[in-house]
């Protein structure tokens, strides 16, 4: 596939706006566009090295990704202090983004999320409507290779603190992860509800079920030398299913807004 700067730039002009999205639902299946993921690839080849210094603050990147600029049209609140979007990324009316966080190329943000401080929304991350993402958090990216989809977030879930979902996890609709818990594709889920480890999507990707209510846990070593040592491996357990209680405690404080 041929790709000129000309169809790069109006590519990345498409997804700012939300024309283009590198993964969507389509009859309950996310499927991902191969062919956008392949054009902002592209652009590392097609971009040189420019100063993009800021002051006292010195910057050298691609020029074909510069930190995109916004305007009080976009309807998104960016609270001042050293937040950076880069190009190529959609927000839409009413994302609030605080400070210091850094959303990368063709990551896609719906109405309504709120990402809090310290927050990382890795390239062509997929964040659904009246998103949470607590402090601290890092949603992973994945560019390469190409086909593979993004990591996933659907509408109303909720990311508390210092968590880390990687590797093309899929969090569901209303679920909801508690802080300090880590998802990539290597990493056993289980459903303390129904007393057995979560099924694993397409490519071993973990997909944490809708309205899911997720904590920190362990696993015993049945294996190995370790096996009857007391020696256990991080494992992440769904403790319960969204009620009215829980979702009373991760309700967005309109105020703030």
Partial sequence: MEISLELFNKTMGDLETGKLRVAQKKDGKWMVNTEIKQ?????????????????????FDKNTFPVRKFNEDDGVRIVPGGSSIRRGSYLASGV???????????????????????????SCAQIGKNIHISAATQIGGVLEPAG??????????????????YEGTLVEEKA??????????????YDATKGCFV???ENGRVVVPRGAVVVC????INKGAAAGSGMHLYCP??????DEKTSNSVNLEELLR
């Fill in 199 to 201: 099924e694993k999507g």
């Fill in 237 to 242: 357990i769904i403790i319960k299913y969204r």
């Fill in 148 to 165: 593979a989809l993004p990591t996933i977030i659907e509408d109303g879930a909720f990311i508390g603190g210092n968590c880390g979902i």
């Fill in 39 to 59: 054009i902002i690839l592209a652009g590392f080849r097609l971009g040189k090295i420019e100063n993009m210094s800021q002051g006292q603050f010195s910057f």
């Fill in 96 to 122: 609030i983004v605080m400070p210091p966080s850094y959303i990368n190329v063709g990551a896609f943000i719906d109405e309504g999320t709120m990402i809090d401080s310290h927050v990382t929304i890795g």
């Fill in 217 to 220: 846990g362990s696993r015993p």
């Fill in 176 to 189: 909801v992860i508690g802080s300090g818990v880590i998802i990539t594709s290597s990493t056993a889920l």
